[in-house]
């Protein structure tokens, strides 16, 4: 009769064996040594087998590095990009966050895939079948002339609607010899005055468009300026004056850039300016605050409500004496 087994060696002869198995499942996991590799590599060139090389796996994203106290780390989450201004214009005409849209597409989402969108047209004058309505954002490009002196004289002008869609776009040639193109600022070349259109004719246009609206632009004044244009400055509405703005740069001028990145979350003239792109900015900066600019500007030119009887007394002259 075999003798019976007390309990507490049957309790560690099963953990002996769940060692022993833990034991030989890691050394089959385990990552084999240059040596070892080589060895198989050998015995399968030998067998006529295919060697399998070890490709390191890489992440489709860009890894990021984040800085902690001591080390640093990184993950391997994408960033997500920025949206254009006409993304965020699309974006808020149809209540959808800009944000959620450049991230469900990667930041990959152009703009002439939304729907209903226009792709622009560069230089294509007055565009036709395009509902103006009472509000336009004006931009300007400038190149230098005048060598040393450096002046900026008019390059470029474009024009959106208060829904950001195109109304105008041309390039205008200088009157006077350019100096310094400012390409990679303005966009503009050489090359594009080929089909640019002359000063005169681009000032007779916006001034059609500008009568009885209200333009909106940033640092208008320059613009307007470069233009040789006037307009009512109770019809003026400028993102560069605006108080509520002053903010963002302690006081001082805001750029539209920062207005942009600040209070958009979007991209502008991260190389090349795009006209275009900037005026849909500055509408969608001011779509964004319109009841405080209306507050503001009421301020600076109160309505006057005519008198009762429709016109004015006219003040008593006093009586001279003898």
């Known amino acids: 009769m075999a003798p019976e087994l007390s309990s507490n060696w049957k309790k560690l002869q099963a953990t002996l064996n769940q060692e022993s198995k833990a034991s030989l499942e890691r050394k089959r996991k385990a990552v084999p040594t240059e040596r070892q590799q080589n060895t198989i590599a050998k015995r399968r060139r030998l067998d006529g087998r295919p060697v399998k090389a070890d490709v390191p796996q890489h992440n489709s994203f860009p890894k990021k590095k984040t800085m902690g106290i001591g080390a640093s780390t990184e993950s391997s989450e994408p960033v997500a990009s920025a949206p254009s201004a006409s993304l965020a214009l699309w974006a808020e005409d149809n209540d959808i966050s800009a944000k959620d849209l450049a991230e469900a597409y990667g930041g990959d989402l152009q703009d002439t895939t939304i729907q209903g969108a226009k792709a622009d047209v560069i230089n294509g004058g007055l565009i036709e079948g395009v509902d103006i309505g009472k509000y336009i954002g004006i931009d300007c490009e400038m190149v230098g002339v005048g060598g040393d002196e450096d002046r900026s004289v008019l390059a470029r002008v474009s024009i959106?609607?208060?829904?950001?869609?195109?109304?105008?776009?041309?390039?205008?040639?200088?009157?006077?010899?350019?100096?310094?193109?400012?390409?990679?600022?303005?966009?503009?070349?050489?090359?594009?005055?080929?089909?640019?259109?002359?000063?005169?004719?681009?000032?007779?246009?916006?001034?059609?468009?500008?009568?009885?609206?209200?333009?909106?632009?940033?640092?208008?004044?320059?613009?307007?300026?470069?233009?040789?244009?006037?307009?009512?400055?109770?019809?003026?509405?400028?993102?560069?004056?605006?108080?509520?703005?002053?903010?963002?740069?302690?006081?001082?001028?805001?750029?539209?850039?920062?207005?942009?990145?600040?209070?958009?979350?979007?991209?502008?003239?991260?190389?090349?300016?795009?006209?275009?792109?900037?005026?849909?900015?500055?509408?969608?900066?001011?779509?964004?605050?319109?009841?405080?600019?209306?507050?503001?500007?009421?301020?600076?030119?109160?309505?006057?409500?005519?008198?009762?009887?429709?016109?004015?007394?006219?003040?008593?002259?006093?009586?001279?004496?003898?």
């Not at 209200?214 to 019809?235: C, Q, S, T």
């Not at 805001?254 to 792109?277: C, F």
Request: a positive charge; zero cysteines; aromatic letters at 8%.
């Open 160 to 322: 959106v609607n208060f829904h950001g869609t195109q109304v105008y776009d041309s390039f205008v040639k200088p009157k006077e010899f350019v100096t310094d193109w400012r390409t990679h600022v303005s966009g503009v070349s050489a090359k594009n005055m080929t089909t640019a259109r002359t000063f005169e004719q681009v000032q007779e246009d916006v001034a059609a468009l500008m009568k009885e609206r209200v333009i909106v632009g940033h640092a208008i004044k320059n613009d307007l300026e470069a233009m040789m244009l006037g307009h009512p400055k109770r019809d003026i509405r400028d993102t560069s004056r605006f108080s509520g703005f002053r903010k963002y740069s302690a006081g001082r001028t805001p750029s539209l850039k920062k207005l942009a990145k600040e209070i958009l979350g979007v991209d502008i003239q991260g190389g090349e300016h795009s006209s275009i792109e900037d005026a849909r900015a500055t509408m969608l900066l001011f779509r964004r605050h319109k009841s405080a600019f209306d507050i503001e500007h009421a301020k600076r030119w109160p309505t006057q409500i005519p008198s009762a009887g429709g016109s004015k007394s006219k003040p008593k002259k006093k009586k001279s004496k003898r």
